[in-house]
């Protein structure tokens, strides 16, 4: 059987590489399940909180979707040319991007983690804790 060639040889790519690859790579689904759940607890915090936006979900919904889409075709080509350590530098400081996320989003929802909780806030995303932006407290003060 002749090998696919143009569109059809891309797709083969991609269709080898989870037909036999994913095993050895499980940080790819790791990162495609932190993506999810990010999504699912970011909006919960904004339903807890009453600040829910059909604007701020589409545009969350589109950005977490065209990073999944982004990881699950790209990190097939990057290990079929032998780039998979630079692309698996990517996903581990995503893995870290989205953790945090979720951990902002679990603070604001009351669940604390004691030790990971205290350092995030200190060193890494301090405006992730914040729920709300300059912008919107300036305009609170505002109208009161």
């Given amino acids: 059987m002749n090998k696919p060639d143009g569109i059809w040889g891309i797709l083969d790519v991609v269709r080898n590489f989870y037909e036999h690859g994913i095993d050895d790579h499980l940080w790819v689904f790791l990162l495609m399940i932190i993506i999810a759940s990010d999504i699912v607890v ?5 339903w807890a909180y009453h600040e829910f936006s059909s604007s701020k979900f ?3 919904l589109v950005s977490h979707t ?3 889409i982004f990881v699950a075709i790209f990190y097939p080509f990057a290990n079929f040319m032998n780039l998979g350590g630079m692309l698996d530098a990517f996903i581990m400081a995503m893995i870290a991007a989205y953790g945090s ?4 989003s679990l603070s604001a929802l ?3 983690i004691p ?3 205290k350092y995030i ?3 890494i995303d301090k405006d992730k804790f914040n729920l709300t932006s300059i912008e919107e407290e300036k305009e609170k003060t505002e109208n009161d």
């Fill in 42 to 46: 970011g909006v919960s915090r904004a």
């Fill in 58 to 60: 589409r545009k969350g």
């Fill in 66 to 68: 065209a990073m999944i």
């Fill in 101 to 104: 996320s979720i951990l902002a």
């Fill in 110 to 112: 009351g669940v604390e």
């Fill in 115 to 117: 030790y990971f909780d």
């Fill in 121 to 123: 806030k200190k060193n």
